[in-house]
């Protein structure tokens, strides 16, 4: 059974997280993204990494939500 968040989840929305002019790098347990059109970088903590990686254009929102939630997100 669902528990009743307050929140809609559109699940017609696939997002796909930008990759091309992105240079990454693992480090420690922290991903470094360098946008090389904008030379900034952005650090992102194990959760955005695995939500940046899961944002493939393939999955809806629900379905990446079960992939972080059984993998201990």
């Known amino acids: 059974m669902r528990r009743n968040t307050?929140?809609?989840?559109?699940?017609?929305?696939y997002p796909k997280a930008r990759k091309d002019g992105l240079v990454t790098s693992r480090?420690?347990?922290e991903?470094?993204?360098?946008?090389?059109?904008t030379n900034k970088a952005?650090?992102?903590n194990n959760l955005m990494t695995a939500v940046w990686v899961e944002?493939?254009?393939?999955?809806?929102?629900e379905t990446i939500l079960g992939v972080l939630k059984?993998?201990?997100h």
Do not use: E, P, R
């Open 6 to 13: 307050g929140i809609s989840m559109d699940n017609s929305i």
């Open 55 to 61: 944002c493939d254009g393939q999955k809806n929102i």
């Open 27 to 29: 480090v420690s347990d």
């Open 42 to 44: 952005s650090c992102l």
């Open 31 to 37: 991903t470094v993204v360098f946008d090389t059109k």
């Open 70 to 72: 059984s993998n201990g």
